[in-house]
């Protein structure tokens, strides 16, 4: 099996292990009244099951987008930076314009 196959896998495992624990203790604390919710009604059973699955899709994703965050590349060893060239930038000259007072200008309308 491929690295990142065996990766991913792991990963989300792990990640569907802390929403379980995650949604375990969300019912052993009663949070929101969810365990008497559940136990009580004829459902409940899929209402957890929905609160572990979409549980566990954010905790799966996280985890497997910090695993691949932790990655380390080994193959940066040369140096980085470019050459530090400098580069030249001409310096801003003024050009002068003259303006003639007695003529109308293009944007004035005439009446």
């Known amino acids: 099996m491929p690295k990142l196959i065996r990766l991913y896998i792991t990963h989300v495992a792990i990640g569907f292990g802390i ?3 995650f949604v375990g203790m969300l019912l ?3 949070i ?4 008497h919710l559940i136990s009580t009604s004829d459902k409940g059973w899929l209402a957890l ?3 572990w699955v979409a549980n566990g899709i954010v905790f799966a994703g996280v985890q497997f987008g910090i695993a691949v965050m932790r990655i380390k590349d080994d193959d940066d060893d040369e140096p980085r930076g470019g050459h530090r060239q400098r580069i030249m930038q001409p310096a801003p000259q003024l050009i002068p314009v003259r303006v003639d007072a007695g003529r109308p200008r293009n944007f004035t309308r005439k009446r």
């Open 32 to 35: 929101a009244n969810l365990w």
């Open 49 to 51: 099951l929905v609160l």
């Open 19 to 21: 929403a379980a624990l």
């Open 28 to 30: 052993w604390f009663d």
